[in-house]
């Protein structure tokens, strides 16, 4: 006789029990073969063992006998055509004591045992499971009518795994592989502030777990998107799928520009300035053809980025100073609100309506210099507006801002004190801006870490 391996007698077998396998039965398990069998004795309880043991010597304990239903002494074992095994017990089975007949599925090296007559049902790998997606605790797996979200909302969803009707619990099943496939332009939160705004992306920790939170930015104003996740579940290829219906409102935004001036400011200030004054701003926003989709409603705002390049010559020093900032916070201004709330700029308080008018100080007036006293100003910037909008109503729950349209625009100029009658003038040829700007498609959210009153002139 040939000795393939010894069972050991700690933890698996007690020292009274009896020593070794009553029966081995051959079976393929994974990629390698291996032989499934039972003591009389030994386990936990001592009432023998289901254990594995592998053509490479490799013992695994499936399950340690308890002497309740499930049995004592299990004998031998077989494997039937469902995928199960099955097994019979020499005691035990309560309630007669005369054995019990088993079953168990063996699913990434792990075991369940189920007594034949009993209600309750084994997981096992040949049974399949299916998975199920939910939002809001909706099932919407593979629905007729895809549900209805717009660009903004929260989408929560969670998937649900079943077998034979009923919905497995953790830990089962045994989850090894798990990917939702979100398709667009999608982000896990934006968190704007007056201080910064960053976008939060969906990482591969946000799609690897049964629960997953994001957000669409983009999409047509009706785009329909399938949402699918992926999962290997007891050593099982799963998926699932749902479609979902993104919706996005329509918006316009037109702009009209002014030129630039050197000139008195509304403040009596000297300046240079793209536009003159409150009635000719340098740049006015109109927005134009909001609508919002069929049964959702929403706020928006403006929110505007610059991009500060400006230069000033002192004549106390004889030096050149800077005031520069990039992707600065210029103004927000909300629907309903009655000023901008970070910047100095005029901007019209109206629901539809907002303009700027940027400028750099020459003097306090037409012939008091400033202090400090420069004679030279440069100017070089760019902006982007946006408009912004966020859902409200039934899909406003922690819904976020986004982006809908945008205008880039820029203006250009140098101004020059002429000493000889102490009057400030523009450089010939050195001005030059934007000229009527047109909007465009808005999908990347704007983020800031300063704004523009925190910028100071420096050498």
Known sequence: MEVWFKVPTAPFMAPTAAAGPTTWERSAVGSSSSFIGGTYGGGLQGEGILYEITTDGVFTVLHSFSGGDDGVAPTSVIQGSDGY?????????????????????YCLGLAAISNA?????????????TARLFYNGED????????????????PLTVKFYQNGKELTAPNPVITTLKWMIPGSSIA?????IEAATVTPLVTTDITKRNIAYYWVDGSSQQNWAVSINVTANNQPVSARTTLTLLRPTAKITA????????????NTYTLAFGSNNSSPGIVFNRTRLSNPTGFSG?????????????RFRTDTNTWERFVGVGVLDCTVSEGTNAADCSTYNYAATVIRTSDSPRTPLSKSFNIPLTPPINRAEVDESFSM???????????????WVPLRKVTWSWHGKAQLDSTVQKWKLVPGSSDNSVDPKDGDATIHPTWTSRFPQLEWKP
């Open 85 to 105: 095994y099955y097994g019979t017990s020499l005691n035990g089975g309560d309630p007669t004591k005369g054995g019990s007949v088993f079953r168990f599925a």
């Open 117 to 129: 007559i009993s209600t309750e049902a084994a997981p096992t790998c040949s049974v399949p499971i």
């Open 140 to 155: 919407i797996t593979d629905t007729k009518t895809p549900k209805r979200v717009i660009v903004g909302q929260q989408i």
């Open 189 to 193: 939160g934006y968190s704007p502030s």
């Open 256 to 267: 009209i520009t002014g030129a630039v001036t050197v000139g008195g400011g509304w403040d």
């Open 299 to 311: 706020k928006w705002e403006w929110v505007q980025l610059a991009n500060i390049n400006r230069r």
């Open 386 to 400: 946006y408009l912004m909008y966020q859902p409200t109503g039934a899909a406003g729950a922690n819904a976020i």
